[in-house]
């Protein structure tokens, strides 16, 4: 079984940067995407943008531009890099790792607050 622990949450105002930190223990010899997701008060959890181990990436349409996703492969880390903030932007923040196997891994993050306000 992994662990996720994120970090690099916390309050920024309009306009501002953070930037987020993911890191797996534990089994993590088949993860193969990486991955971050968000749920702000009152809304279901989506998708924030994604990496696969060869590097692809993709993006909701609501943070393409802002936001960049990369992975330390060695270090089994995922990192979200989140500029031109909104207030929009705010909620909780979650990790999650998948991959192959039987079964697959599937593993989350226990979530990190940002919030985005003045």
């Known amino acids: 079984q992994g662990q996720l622990v994120e970090s690099g949450g916390g309050l920024v105002q309009p306009g501002g940067s953070l930037r987020l930190s993911c890191v797996a223990s534990?089994?993590?010899?088949?993860?193969?995407?990486m991955a971050w997701y968000r749920q702000a008060p009152g809304n279901e959890r989506e998708l924030v943008a994604g990496?696969?181990?060869?590097?692809?990436?993709n993006y909701a349409d609501s943070v393409q531009g802002r936001f960049a996703i990369s992975r330390d492969n060695a270090k089994n880390t995922v990192y979200l890099q989140m500029n031109s903030l909104k207030p929009e932007d705010t909620g909780v923040y979650y990790c999650?790792?998948?991959?192959?196997?039987?079964?697959?891994?599937?593993?989350w993050g226990q979530g990190t607050q940002v919030t985005v306000s003045s």
């Open positions: 999650r790792f998948t991959g192959w196997g039987r079964p697959p891994p599937d593993y």
């Open positions: 534990g089994s993590t010899s088949r993860i193969v995407t």
């Open positions: 990496i696969t181990i060869g590097g692809n990436t």
